[in-house]
């Protein structure tokens, strides 16, 4: 079965190994976007003007102004005096204004005073909320009227002799 074989003249062909996974990674890390970090405004920072971005932001701070941002998080010491308007919104700190969202989660720490209009709201107890609850609308698809040929005119009634 296992034999030693008499040694020849020719060297046996070195066979290469396949790349590895981590070879190949660099070149697709350097094809990919970098994950997006969310922004964060500080405790101790106080903006007085809107604030608009397509990102991510957390606020522990204070904003007197209007946020439009893609996500918002509102953290426990987080305080915003105007309109919010983002496609997720959490709450766990304070809000003065209205929020407009797809998705809005009010959490047990949240204090909202204003209207909310959402496809999504949630609210956890012991969470705050003053205003109107207003549910988005999805515009009806319009039906369009079936093309109609047109009607050919009718035949004048022929006079009668009399």
Do not use: N
Not at 9 to 26: H, N
Not at 35 to 47: C, F, H
């Amino acid at each position: 079965m296992f034999s030693k074989q008499a040694k020849s003249g020719k060297t046996p062909a070195r066979i290469e190994p396949l790349p590895t996974p981590m070879a190949v990674a660099p070149v697709e890390q350097a094809r990919r976007a970098p994950p997006k970090v969310a922004s964060l405004l500080s405790a101790d920072l106080t903006i007085e003007g809107s604030v608009t971005g397509e990102g991510e932001l957390q606020i522990d701070g204070v904003v007197k102004g209007d946020v439009r941002v893609g996500r918002l998080t509102v953290g426990e010491t987080g305080h915003i005096e105007g309109g919010v308007y983002a496609e997720v919104v959490e709450v766990r700190g304070r809000v003065v204004g209205a929020i407009t969202s797809k998705q809005v989660r009010l959490y047990g720490t949240s204090y909202v005073d204003g209207d909310i209009t959402h496809e999504q709201l949630a609210m956890e107890t012991g969470a705050f909320f003053q205003g109107r609850s207003l549910k988005f609308q999805r515009p009806a698809p319009v039906a369009q009227p079936a093309p109609q040929a047109e009607a050919a005119p009718l035949p004048l009634p022929k006079p009668v002799a009399g």
